[in-house]
T-cell receptor, first 115, second 110 residues
Framework: GAGVSQSPRYKVAKRGQDVALRCDPI?????LFWYQQALGQGPEFLTY????????KSGLPSDRFFAERPEGSVSTLKIQRTQQEDSAVYLC???FGTGGNQPQHFGDGTRLSIL | EDQVTQSPEALRLQEGESSSLNCSYT??????LFWYRQDPGKGPEFLFT???AGEEKEKERLKATLTKKESFLHITAPKPEDSATYLC???????????FGSGTKLNVKP
């Protein structure tokens, strides 16, 4: 497809388990972003990649959160030793350039529920 | 501290009843202001980008305007299919980080 694709769409895990969320950006998009969206709130920035380089990870809540984009295309957000407060929708977005001022195009997210 | 505030939190309109949504922001070095529409269970869908005060953009029944402190999304003669949450985001700083507001949930009744 032409849009940003995220998988799985839903993930249920027990507290303490590790999870991995995948993002396939729009082909050719250099910039990739991860956001966390709580119910009734706007998305909150987690991290930003330019190609394979992670240029900003200031929004990651703790060292249990880790993101990678090894070949500058697909990205994975990993959460280790999940906790109930990690329950949220995780959104991935991509944009064409690196110079800013460009809209980000979002996937439909992964809804993560921690029991 | 950079901040984006949207109002109202929720808005109910009758079909055909025009109104405006507000997005006020306090950021250093604004690079762009973006409006998105989000339907339940979906990711935000891009609507408009505004770069400088005085700029306006239109798309069907929607019109976005920008001043130095806020942006308005005007909805003219809305239809039920316009019901969604409308998100405002600002981009500032060296990278492409977006700061989102909490959104306005719009419900248009037939």
């Amino acid at each position: 497809g032409a849009g940003v694709s995220q998988s799985p769409r839903y993930k249920v895990a027990k507290r303490g388990q590790d999870v991995a969320l995948r993002c396939d950006p729009i082909s050719g998009h250099v910039s990739l972003f991860w956001y966390q969206q709580a119910l009734g709130q706007g998305p909150e920035f987690l991290t930003y990649f330019q190609n394979e380089a992670q240029l900003d990870k200031s929004g990651l809540p703790s060292d249990r959160f880790f993101a990678e984009r090894p070949e500058g295309s697909v990205s994975t957000l990993k959460i280790q030793r999940t906790q109930q407060e990690d329950s949220a929708v995780y959104l991935c977005a991509s944009s064409f350039g690196t110079g800013g001022n460009q809209p980000q195009h979002f996937g439909d997210g992964t809804r993560l529920s921690i029991l | 501290e950079d901040q984006v505030t949207q109002s109202p939190e929720a808005l109910r309109l009758q079909e055909g009843e025009s109104s405006s949504l507000n997005c006020s922001y306090t950021v250093s070095g604004l690079r762009g202001l973006f409006w998105y529409r989000q339907d339940p269970g979906k990711g935000p869908e891009f609507l408009f980008t505004l770069y400088s005060a005085g700029e306006e953009k239109e798309k069907e029944r929607l019109k976005a305007t920008l001043t130095k402190k806020e942006s308005f999304l005007h909805i003219t003669a809305p239809k039920p299919e316009d019901s969604a949450t409308y998100l405002c985001a600002v981009q500032a700083g060296d990278f492409n980080k977006f700061y989102f507001g909490s959104g306005t949930k719009l419900n248009v009744k037939p």
